[in-house]
């Protein structure tokens, strides 16, 4: 048995608010952990009677707070990395990243680089796309602190982003009724579908921007 299927155990033992938000701040951090684990189950969990919970031991959740939590955690996380990557800077965040200690975190120099590329072309508002890559989800608030962007904007794009990430999963729990297949599945799929959307928002905003100002100088 794995240290994640160890994690696993303890937490359906132990889901609460608490532990919600510890493990989300976890999977925010640098530490590889699935959010898929922790908010689909919880919110499968608060769409059960409280006579089922009674009886299976579980304690009694609302999945309004589940996302709440989980939002919170994600934020503490990226916190994390962002200051880390303030106080410490590029070259010992590079030289952690290839250390053995960070390949144990499934960092790598190259998957910095890919992560500050990606922040690089798309500016502040990666740190809300980058919520919704996987790859990319843990890793984006380290080129954000590296390039030392307004912490303002850098709460605000990441409470945007893990708050709608948070609710795709806690839908994905109700619908998939615990099914850590169908999560896995349908979570990676409706990341694309949640991108897509944003980036036809993005583009209406920019069109509707160019038809205004041709319109003001006619």
Known sequence: M??????????SAHMNYASITALMAVESSFIPFPSEVVIPPA???AGQPESVLCATGNYPVDVLLIVLFGTLGAMIGAIINYALSVWLGRLII?????SRLGHLCLLSGEKLERA???????GNVSTFIGRFIPGIRQLISIPAGLSRMHFGAFLWWTFLGAFIWNCVLAAIGYVAAGQMSLIKEYSNELSIVLIALFGVGIAY???KQIIKRKRAKN
């Open 2 to 11: 794995s240290l994640i299927d160890d994690i696993i155990t303890w937490y």
């Open 43 to 45: 919110a499968f969990v």
């Open 94 to 98: 590079y030289k952690f990243a290839d």
């Open 116 to 122: 500050e590329a990606y922040f690089r072309d798309h």
């Open 205 to 207: 905003i920019v069109i």
